[in-house]
């Protein structure tokens, strides 16, 4: 069956794997289609991953000597939707034909254990490409939560792509006045098809002098463009003791981060946002199957129109040509799409 594998920085290959035994507990799921991160899929691409530089330890939860993972990486993905075409004589749920969305790659098929897939039916009158956003939606939902947004707040959201559109989207049903800020006018546009109550262009100045003449300055920003500069202005665009959301996954030396100007003067709240759990205050109810499902039902009632972001389709074979789509012109891509077809 075919897989996507980073064969090592800017190469990549559609090979062949054999399929996986089904074991007690599990389903075999074919898989239609699978769904690319622009973000953390491209720092495998790219090969500025701190995994592929760096070793996790995960009990002390530091990054040491030494290196996590290794080319060539087979297989990564963000999120799937597939078909469970067997099961295991022991599983039930999910029912067999039945769609489903997780995680096992950009691979034609996976065994998967049963109850990572229970709850993750997709409706019969889904569109099966929404399932792809089940887990992009959980970052987007995990920053808001991370921001504490109130009805009534002024927030800023810098970076307008999947996640940062989904953010403005989820903060404006929390009851949020919501600033898109982006520097790609198509993607303004869809901030305010998705609720923004304004939109900034980057390009033609300061959002943090924007924000400061209208209101005094943002309650908070959730910055997801993964921008060292954009998360400096970030802060400046907060008033005195607000907080600023970093979801953004930054890469390398924070050059442009001047910790000394506005962040120091005006004691800003600093929290990071990662899918790798919730804010630490809602960890007795939330959990990120929790943010996943929540988002997958807002889908489904029409409340977030995810299929609207999906720009490009693509057949697995073109995987090579689909991530130097995304390396070289990023701007022209929002949520890009490989279909699995026999």
């Not at 290959?13 to 991160?37: I, K, Q």
């Not at 991530?323 to 070289?328: E, G, I, Q, T």
């Amino acid at each position: 069956m075919r897989v996507i594998t980073f064969e090592e920085p800017g190469h990549v290959r559609v090979g062949l794997e054999a399929p996986a035994d089904l074991v007690p507990g599990s389903v075999r799921v074919r898989t239609l289609y699978s769904g690319v991160s622009a973000g953390t899929e491209l720092t495998a691409y790219r090969g500025t991953n701190p995994y592929l530089s760096r070793q996790w330890d995960t009990e002390r939860r530091l990054f040491v000597e030494g290196q996590t993972h290794a080319y060539p990486l087979a297989g990564w993905g963000y999120q799937e939707v597939g078909e469970v075409v067997e099961a295991a004589p022991d599983v039930a749920d999910p029912p067999l034909g039945c769609l489903v969305w997780g995680i096992w790659g950009h691979r034609a098929e996976a065994v998967v254990p049963a109850d990572k897939l229970v709850g993750h039916v997709l409706p019969t009158d889904a569109d099966p490409l929404t399932g792809v956003f089940a887990r992009v939606g959980a970052i987007a939902l995990n920053a808001v939560h991370a921001a504490d947004v109130h009805l009534g707040d002024q927030i800023a959201v810098f970076g307008q792509g999947v996640i940062g559109l989904l953010a403005t989207r989820l903060a404006v049903l929390s009851g949020a006045r919501v600033v898109a800020a982006d520097a790609i006018p198509d993607r303004l546009e869809l901030a305010r098809r998705f609720g923004a109550a304004e939109t900034f262009d980057v390009r033609a100045g300061s959002v943090a002098e924007l924000m400061r003449k209208r209101v005094e300055g943002a309650d908070t920003v959730i910055e997801l463009s993964g921008s060292n500069v954009a998360l400096h202005e970030a802060i400046r665009t907060v008033r005195k003791g607000g907080r600023v959301v970093a979801a953004g996954f930054y890469q390398g030396d924070g050059v442009g981060l001047r910790l000394g100007e506005e962040f120091h003067h005006n004691q800003v709240q600093l929290v990071s946002s990662q899918i790798g759990g919730v804010a630490s205050w809602l960890s007795h109810r939330w959990d990120v199957e929790r943010l996943q499902r929540t988002f997958m039902e807002l889908v489904y009632r029409g409340e977030v129109d995810a299929r609207a972001l999906v720009s490009h389709v693509m057949p697995v074979d073109q995987a090579a040509e689909a991530f130097d789509l995304l390396d070289k012109h990023q701007s022209e891509v929002l949520q890009l799409v490989f279909e699995f077809k026999e």
